[in-house]
């Protein structure tokens, strides 16, 4: 019997974790669905002023996505899974933040799970995206902007340092996901309203 339904189902579980949630709730924090931009991520736990709450939802949110591709590359021969199911297991996992069960559908915009993955799909990979990022956040101030380019480099990068088909596929997939999440942050960036990294608390819209 094939085992990939399962193990698909298992990454979507790991992936709805939604650990900006958890770690508000156990530091006695607002819900970031509250405030600021209303997005349960680690900008938007940034915004409730506590770093530590902010750097465990980043850590926490990466580690799923990194783990659950990690586990799957690691144990591919013994589950037989080829390359097609690995991209599958990296997008449901990604799906599992972005639309989780435990939050009715409603998660995050994948930022952190995304980076995860990229760095369980290769660690240069996941540094090479990682650094468009960085470069961007420092430039721009805006972690959307930054999300959004990288979003944007992360198929040509994964195809050059992977050479995989597969993988490049699976990454098209999910920066479609990504930036399509971000299509607030692009029309406030565009108005000019986009509020920049670190700034303060506000209602949520
Ligand atoms: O990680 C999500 C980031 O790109 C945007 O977050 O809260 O400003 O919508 P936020």
């Known amino acids: 019997m094939s085992l990939i339904l399962p193990l698909l189902l298992a990454a979507y579980l790991i992936g709805s974790i939604p650990f900006a949630v958890v770690?508000?709730?156990?530091?006695?924090?607002?819900?970031?669905?509250?405030?600021?931009?209303?997005?349960?991520?680690?900008?938007?736990?940034?915004?409730?002023?506590?770093?530590?709450?902010?750097?465990?939802?980043?850590?926490?949110?990466?580690?799923?996505?990194?783990?659950?591709?990690?586990?799957?590359?690691?144990?591919?021969?013994?589950?037989?899974?080829?390359?097609?199911?690995?991209?599958?297991?990296?997008?449901?996992?990604?799906?599992?933040?972005?639309?989780?069960?435990f939050l009715r559908g409603k998660g995050g915009k994948g930022v952190a799970t995304a980076a995860g993955v990229l760095l369980g799909i290769n660690p240069l990979l996941g540094g090479a995206v990682l650094l468009v990022w960085l470069a961007t956040a420092l430039i721009s101030r805006y972690s959307s902007a930054a999300a959004v380019t990288a979003a944007i480099a992360a198929p040509a990068l994964t195809r050059w340092i992977t050479g995989s088909e597969y993988w490049t596929v699976g990454v098209m997939a999910m920066v479609t996901v990504l930036i399509w999440r971000h299509k607030d942050n692009i029309r406030r960036l565009l108005k000019g309203e986009e509020s920049k990294i670190g700034s303060k608390k506000v209602a949520a819209p």
């Open 23 to 101: 770690v508000s709730r156990a530091m006695g924090l607002s819900d970031p669905r509250s405030f600021g931009s209303g997005n349960p991520g680690a900008t938007n736990v940034l915004r409730s002023g506590n770093k530590t709450a902010a750097l465990l939802t980043l850590l926490g949110d990466a580690a799923k996505g990194g783990l659950v591709v990690w586990a799957a590359r690691a144990f591919a021969p013994e589950l037989k899974l080829d390359g097609t199911a690995l991209a599958l297991i990296a997008v449901a996992v990604f799906l599992g933040h972005v639309f989780s069960v």
